[in-house]
């Protein structure tokens, strides 16, 4: 099993920036690919951003591009979602996901990933 942590959410200002967090523990050995998602108030769970574990191949959807930023510390095996110029439609709680290296699928499927974490509210207020 692994299990992920997220953090670093928060309330910030439109054109504010936060970072999140994803501390990956267990069986981090099985993880190919780390994405993050998000989930506003009434809507679906939506794609934001992924990573290859090793920190290579990161992609994103089309509007977070050029202002959000996915990395990854091998040494922490935490994977960071850097946010600036938010806006008030990038409120919403992001989830972290892991999947493993046995699973194909799009990378913007929730169902390609085999790990989820908890949460974390981000909001942006006008």
């Known amino acids: 099993q692994v299990q992920l942590v997220e953090s670093g959410g928060g309330l910030v200002q439109a054109g504010g920036s936060l970072r999140l967090s994803c501390a990956a523990s267990?069986?981090?050995?099985?993880?190919?690919?780390v994405g993050w998602f998000r989930q506003a108030p009434g809507k679906e769970r939506e794609f934001v951003a992924t990573?290859?574990?090793?920190?290579?191949?990161?992609y994103y959807t089309d509007s977070v591009k050029g202002r959000f930023t996915i990395s990854k510390d091998n040494a922490k095996n935490t994977v960071y979602l850097q946010m600036n110029s938010l806006k008030p439609e990038d409120t919403a709680v992001y989830y972290c996901?892991?999947?493993?290296?046995?699973?194909?699928?799009?990378?913007?499927?929730?169902?390609?990933?085999?790990?989820w974490g908890q949460g974390t509210q981000v909001t942006v207020s006008a």
């Open positions: 996901a892991a999947r493993r290296n046995d699973v194909s699928g799009s990378v913007q499927q929730l169902s390609s990933y085999n790990y």
């Open positions: 267990g069986r981090t050995f099985s993880i190919y690919r």
């Open positions: 990573i290859i574990w090793g920190g290579g191949s990161p």
